[in-house]
C-alpha cells in the first residue's frame, strides 16, 4: 500500500497550489480520503474529506471557500486544490484513506510540506 504525495512547497500569501496524492495496492475506489495538516506545535487536523465515489465533500471551517478536494477514481489520485493561501495554511499536509463498507483498511501518506510566506 502507498499513498505517494507530491505538490507541496513555498508559496506567497494569496497565491495557489495544488497538492495529490496517488494511491496503490489497495481498492482506491472503496475508500473515502482526507486531507489533514499539522503545523509546528499543533495537533493534526482535518482539512477537507470526500467520499468514496466523490458524490460529497466536507471541509474545515477555516478553509471553506479557498481549498476543493476532488478525486479522479480512474487514476487511483486525490487532489486538494488550494487557492488564496493565507500564512496560516502552512503545515505540513497529509492524505488519509480509510475503508468503507467492507473495507478495513486506514492509511497514510507521508506528508509533504506546504509553506505560504512572502
Known amino acids: 500500500v502507498q499513498l505517494v504525495e507530491p505538490g507541496g512547497g513555498l508559496v506567497q500569501p494569496g497565491g495557489s497550489l495544488r497538492l495529490s496524492c496517488a494511491a496503490s495496492g489497495f481498492r482506491f475506489n472503496r475508500y473515502a480520503m482526507m486531507w489533514y495538516r499539522q503545523a509546528p506545535g499543533k495537533e493534526r487536523e482535518l482539512v477537507a474529506s470526500?467520499?468514496?465515489?466523490?458524490?460529497?465533500?466536507d471541509y474545515a471551517g477555516s478553509v471553506k471557500g479557498r481549498f476543493t478536494i476532488s478525486r479522479d477514481n480512474a487514476r487511483n489520485t486525490v487532489y486538494l486544490q488550494m487557492n488564496s493561501l493565507k500564512p496560516e495554511d502552512t503545515a505540513v499536509y497529509y492524505c488519509n484513506a480509510v475503508g468503507t463498507n467492507f473495507y478495513t483498511g486506514n492509511y497514510w501518506g507521508q506528508g509533504t510540506q506546504v509553506t505560504v510566506s512572502s
Open positions: 470526500i467520499t468514496s465515489g466523490g458524490g460529497t465533500t
